[in-house]
């Protein structure tokens, strides 16, 4: 498991590359790949702007059935989400107009955990299987 | 941090960007286009993202915010080259671009634009 | 799982009688399975099952459920490769409950400890059924898969023109792979229109359109206008009363109507020619 701080833009960019050395190792396909990776932008990115920085986590996973996947957890110890239902509705902004991405990286994966409370950050864990 | 570098050949603005950009290096190209617009007068801006493997949900407002600005200066955007995967992956995370024209390559992004002059 | 440590002196006793214990578990099964097992072969299989679950009854051990878990979907895998029905697998696991009673019935005070083994095998029973359900299902996804590949032809219509014929159920599945597909020929040909035909999709409703919407929204941001071609009047009449909004997407009733829509918008058209005389339609205008 990799561990990675977000801490900054380039921390970001990071993220990003490492998930997608990552997901290539378990056999997702092309378009599969581009969908964690870019999932994982969203959600990196959202830790550092709404969080305050954080960190992500990397691994692979394999499901029962021995199929591979990769999962990635996010944390922050940023002011947290008061209302996640409305958090995870399409098309919900926080402040500055430009939205959680919360919803739409939901959708780019097969799992999708998220937790968090005020004054306690956030949390999500996202996983993505191979076919 | 990164600038991508603007190219201008004849009455068009030429960007190619090559590597996995931070956030910062978008919205300076931002910047620098409109700097090149009000100094050049071009009519086009072709972005080139054939290289471009993720565009997430940031980046992709970045690319459409560049359509408007340009609007501003009446020159016309066309952003080309997009992956497949990319597509796919910008239609599901909700996000159409209708603002930006868009091609399959640099040739047929010029063939738009001289459409219209 | 749940692992009485309790059963410790059910354990030793297993454990000090394992070779007899395991023959005899082996012939009930055995028996159940019609002769289509040997003896020895059923006996490799179940010898270490066996010590893991002795291990399992002798007290917390982390490894042992990862274990036996790994174990039973093994064995309920190869049974079901060698032809044997779910039932028969697990009817196996539950003869070492009739092989194990047969050694301690007599034994005073191990009721209550044969009582948690019992619910333990039933649950390892359980598992075997559980994998045999989860592999079906696999297989079925699979096939599923690859009858969605067969069943989304991507066609070359005309000069920048590419047709996609939509046949059954618009699923997300489908979805997908149609934009996969398609927005690959675009790369592969050039294209600038897409004829997205739904003459066979057997129900448009509100999802089918999502799906329809998505994916002209992903050939748009390769360039490429898409038409949406196929209306039936059902149909036509059941998007309407849901209320379903087409947009700035072009629509038409036949493919045909929908080929001569982008040659016009493309500048184009198909002339007909008379007998003996040198054809004077305009060619198509300037690159393509």
Redesign the interface.
Known sequence: MDELPIRTGDDVVRVRQQVRVVAAKTGLSL?DQTKVVTAASELARNALVHGGGGLARVEVVTS??GKSGVRIGFTDEGPGIADVDLALTDGWSSGVGLGLGLSGARRLVDEFDLTSKPGSGTSVVVVKWS? | MDRVPILKIGTTLFVSIQIDLQDESVVRLQEDLADELAATGARGVIIDITAVEIVDSFIGRMLAMIGSISRLFDAETV??G?R?A???T???LGL??RGV????NAE??L??LNGRA | MDVDSSQQRMAAYMRDHQDKVVGRWSEIVVAGLRGRSSVAEVRRELEDLYSLVVRAMSGADEQVAGELTAVL?ELSGSRARNGFTPRETALGVFALKDAVFELVADVADLAPEYLAFSRMIDDLGLLTFETYA??RE?IIADQA?AMLELSTPVIRLWEGVIAVPLVGALDSART?LV??KL??T??AT?A?HAVLDITGVSTVDTEVAQHLL?TV????????ECIVSGIRPQVAQTIVSLGIEFGDIATKATLADALAHVLNRRGQRIGQQRPGQQRTEPQKPG?A
């Open positions: 378009v029962a059935l076919r | 952003l080309v997009m497949p990319v597509a796919i910008l239609t599901e159409s671009l024209r868009t091609a399959l047929k992004g063939e738009l | 979907t989860a592999a696999q898969t997908q934009m996969e927005l690959e675009l790369v050039g600038d998505k929204s992903a050939a748009r941001l390769l360039g490429a690159p």
